[in-house]
């Protein structure tokens, strides 16, 4: 991480250098596996927990302050994949 560091602990960092690997592995999978794909546009929060790729909130958090340019080359190849809303739906009460 080669950003700003100086606040974190080094758990939070590993935290956050682990948000980026699972990131990179979906987008991975995301090129290759079109069954993955489609469950994550139907149900992101399922895929990703059945797919062992569940990221903490505070992770990404981290990864945002500690390397933005990483965050943002990650985003930016993810929402290349994926539908505009699938921030929406991670996001969005599941009851609805």
Do not use: W
Request: net charge negative.
């Amino acid at each position: 991480m080669p950003q700003q560091v100086v606040g974190y602990t080094a758990a939070q960092v590993a935290a956050a250098n682990q948000a980026a690997l699972t990131m990179e592995a979906m987008i991975g999978r995301l090129s290759y596996d079109e069954s993955f794909a489609s469950h994550l546009a139907n149900n992101p929060r399922e895929a990703l927990e059945g797919s062992g790729m569940l990221m903490e909130k505070e992770a990404v958090e981290v990864l945002l302050a500690t390397d933005p340019e990483r965050f943002d080359k990650l985003c930016e190849a993810l929402f290349d994949l994926v539908d505009s809303d699938f921030l929406h739906a991670m996001v969005g009460p599941s009851c609805a």
